[in-house]
T-cell receptor, first 115, second 109 residues
């Protein structure tokens, strides 16, 4: 069964801490995405990547950075966590190149609480 | 601005039919997606429409009218396991997905 795996389902961090969210996919997908999901809002795109070492800003990149050193792994980094980054973080992957994203396969999510 | 509207919550009875609407205003259109998300789980793909008309897949169907900026997801013979949130997303002219806030569907026995 093809899979997108997020390393942590639940995390509790303190304000100012550095946070790493890891995502690994086993489908050899070119595209990988990080979204956050908050109640009453649609999914919001933080960053995406169409290839190794490539990254593109999404709609809400402020306060976040990403790393894609290997095709299967896409990491989201919060350099200095703040309470307004408390959220559910969803990683996703898809086939296709920069000209069009195809059906997304999502990970189960990482629920981050920043105190 | 770009906007996707769908009802926040709907309630239906087991065995019945329910229609979840989605209206959109986006910069261009390159397809509309429906995803299902059970509480605490990952969204999973249900359907994709890029041309006008109805796409049927078992108990689920999805309809698209591009001229009206409108889609609906039709669920027949509802089962308790259909209790979930249903997310509508439109791919715009830049091939970026714009997401609705989701419709929480509650199925009652």
């Amino acid at each position: 069964d093809v899979k997108v795996t997020q390393s942590s389902r639940y995390l509790v961090k303190r304000t100012g801490e550095k946070v790493f969210l890891e995502c690994v996919q086993d489908m050899d997908h070119e595209n990988m995405f990080w979204y956050r999901q908050d109640p009453g809002l649609g999914l919001r795109l933080i960053y995406f990547s169409y290839d190794v070492k490539m990254k593109e800003k999404g709609d809400i990149p402020e306060g976040y950075s990403v790393s894609r050193e290997k095709k299967e792994r896409f990491s989201l980094i919060l350099e200095s966590a703040s309470t307004n980054q408390t959220s559910m973080y969803l990683c996703a992957s898809s086939t296709g190149g920069p000209s069009g994203a195809n059906v997304l396969t999502f990970g189960a999510g990482s629920r981050l609480t920043v105190l | 601005g770009q906007n996707i509207d769908q009802p926040t919550e709907m309630t239906a009875t087991e065995g019945a039919i329910v229609q979840i609407n989605c209206t959109y205003q986006t910069s261009g259109f390159n397809g509309l997606f429906w995803y299902q998300q059970h509480a605490g789980e990952a969204p999973t793909f249900l359907s994709y429409n890029v041309l006008d008309g109805l796409e049927e897949k078992g108990r689920f169907s999805s309809f698209l009218s591009r001229s009206k900026g409108y889609s609906y997801l039709l669920l027949k013979e509802l089962q308790m396991k259909d209790s979930a949130s249903y997310l509508c997303a439109v791919r715009d002219s830049n091939y970026q997905l714009i997401w609705g806030a989701g419709t929480k569907l509650i199925i009652k026995p």
